[in-house]
C-alpha cells in the first residue's frame, strides 16, 4: 500500500530585516506626502481665514466712513460753514487728529468749515504719509431748537425738549451751533442743566470754541451783533465733527482706522480718544470733486498748494466749502505673513461719496 506524503511544516521564518526596512520606508513617504498635503490644507485655510478678517474688517471701516460722509454739510447754513471765535482776543481752536499731532486753526480762519481735509498730516507707514479728514453735519435729532434766553455762556431751550433722555439728550463735549439771521457761531457744551433746561457753554472747553472774550465768532459776539431781544428767533441745533485717520502709535505693527466724535471729552484735550473701526491698516488717502465754476477739477488731494492756489484749481486756490464729492482710499493688511512667499496680504478699498449736504440743491426751496 502507497505511503502518504507527509504534509509540509510551516516555516518558523517572520519578515526579513529587507523587508521591514521596505515597508517602514514606504509607510514614512505616504504618511510624510499625507502630512505635507494636511499641513499646505491647514497653512491654505490658514491663509484664507486672514484674508477674510482683512476684507471684514476692511469693508466695516470704510462702510461707517461713507454713512458719516454721506450726512456731510447737512443742516449747516448755505456756506457749508461754522463761525467760531477770531479777532481780537481770540486764541487758536483745537483740530482732532492722531496722536502726537496738534492740529489748530489759523488767524486767517473765522468759520470752519463742513469739510477739513488734511493731506499728508497723518503717520507715515511704508513709506507713504496718511492723510486726515474731519467733516461736520448737523444731528437730525436735534434741530432749530427755540431758545429762551441767550448769554454769554449759556442759553435756555424752550420747553417741550427733554435734555435728560431721548433723541433730545444733550451731554458736556456735543457741540451746538446757535444762529440768528445769517449770524452763527460754534460752541461746546461744558454744564447740563436739565430740570432749567439750560446749556453752559464755558470758556476753557477742550476745543477752545468757548471764547467769551473773543471779538468775532462768540456768544458774546453774537448778542452783540443782534441786540434786542437776543433770544427771540434764536435757533440752537446739535452737530457732530466726525475725524478719520490712523493710529500707528499704540501698536506700530498693527495701525488702526480711527473714527473720532467731536474730541470725546468736553475739557481736557486728548488724541487719544478715538474709536479704532478696523485694525491693521497700512494707508488712508483722500480726493475731492470741486465745484468751483469754472474748470470743476476732479481729486484734488487738497495739498497746500492746491489750497494756495498754485495747484489743480490755478490760478486760484481749491476752496474746502467748494468740495462736493470725496474719493476714499482704504488699504489694509493681513495680521501675519501668509506662505509660501512670507509676505503680507494687502486690499485697498476705494469709492466715491456725494455729500448730500454739499453735492444736491433744491430748486424749489426758497
Same mark, same amino acid.
Given at each position: 500500500?502507497?505511503? %502518504? ?6 516555516? /518558523? ?13 514606504? =509607510? ?6 499625507? !502630512? ?26 470704510? +462702510? !461707517? ?9 447737512? $443742516? ?18 483745537? &483740530? ?5 499731532? #496738534? ?42 431748537? #427755540?431758545?429762551? #434766553?441767550?448769554?454769554? @455762556? ?20 456735543? !457741540?451746538?451751533?446757535?444762529?440768528? $439771521?445769517?449770524?452763527? %457761531? ?34 458774546? #459776539? &453774537? ?11 434764536? &435757533? ?14 499704540? /501698536?506700530?505693527?498693527?495701525?488702526? =482706522? ?9 475739557? @481736557? ?5 478715538? %474709536?479704532?473701526?478696523?485694525? +491693521?491698516?497700512? /494707508? ?29 484749481? %490755478? ?16 488699504? $489694509? ?28 440743491? +433744491?430748486?424749489?426751496?426758497?
Amino acid at each position: 500500500m502507497p505511503s %502518504t506524503p507527509a504534509p509540509p511544516i510551516p516555516s /518558523d521564518r517572520g519578515y526579513s530585516l529587507i523587508e521591514l526596512l521596505i515597508s517602514m520606508a514606504l =509607510l514614512t513617504v505616504i504618511m510624510g506626502a499625507t !502630512l505635507g498635503g494636511l499641513s499646505d490644507i491647514m497653512k491654505g485655510n490658514a491663509s484664507i481665514m486672514m484674508i477674510s478678517s482683512t476684507n471684514n474688517t476692511l469693508r466695516g471701516g470704510v +462702510d !461707517l466712513m461713507i454713512r458719516d460722509l454721506l450726512q456731510v454739510g447737512s $443742516g449747516l447754513p448755505a456756506s457749508h460753514s461754522i463761525a467760531i471765535p477770531s479777532g481780537l482776543g481770540a486764541t487758536p481752536v483745537r &483740530l482732532p487728529g492722531p496722536p502726537g499731532s #496738534a492740529f489748530v486753526t489759523t488767524a486767517a480762519d473765522f468759520t470752519l468749515p463742513a469739510v477739513m481735509p488734511r493731506a499728508g498730516a497723518g503717520p507715515v507707514i511704508d513709506g507713504v504719509a496718511t492723510d486726515v479728514l474731519s467733516v461736520i453735519m448737523a444731528d437730525n435729532a436735534f434741530l432749530d431748537q #427755540a431758545l429762551t #434766553a441767550v448769554t454769554s @455762556s449759556y442759553v435756555d431751550v424752550a420747553a417741550g425738549v427733554n435734555l435728560a433722555s431721548g433723541p433730545d439728550r444733550v451731554a458736556p463735549g456735543q !457741540l451746538m451751533i446757535i444762529s440768528k $439771521g445769517s449770524f452763527n %457761531t460754534l460752541v461746546q457744551v461744558t454744564a447740563v442743566d436739565t430740570a432749567a433746561r439750560r446749556l453752559t457753554f464755558a470758556d476753557g472747553d477742550s476745543l477752545n470754541l468757548n471764547q467769551s472774550g473773543a471779538a468775532n465768532g462768540s456768544l458774546a #459776539a &453774537l448778542n452783540a451783533q443782534v441786540p434786542v431781544n437776543a433770544a427771540a428767533n434764536t &435757533l440752537i441745533s446739535r452737530v457732530r465733527m466726525v475725524t478719520y485717520y490712523i493710529d500707528a502709535a499704540l /501698536d506700530p505693527n498693527r495701525p488702526r =482706522l480711527v473714527r473720532r466724535l467731536n474730541n470725546g471729552h468736553e475739557t @481736557s484735550f486728548d488724541n487719544t480718544l478715538g %474709536t479704532a473701526v478696523a485694525f +491693521d491698516t497700512v /494707508d488712508l488717502q483722500f480726493g475731492f470733486d470741486i465745484s468751483n465754476g469754472t474748470g470743476n477739477p476732479g481729486n484734488v488731494e487738497m495739498t497746500a498748494a492746491d489750497m494756495a492756489g498754485g495747484g489743480a484749481c %490755478t490760478p486760484n486756490p481749491c476752496g474746502r466749502t467748494q468740495v462736493r464729492k470725496v474719493n476714499v482710499e482704504v488699504t $489694509g493688511r493681513s495680521v501675519d505673513r501668509l506662505p509660501p512667499a512670507n509676505q503680507y496680504f494687502k486690499n485697498t478699498l476705494k469709492s466715491q461719496v456725494s455729500l448730500r449736504g454739499m453735492a444736491f440743491v +433744491d430748486k424749489y426751496r426758497s
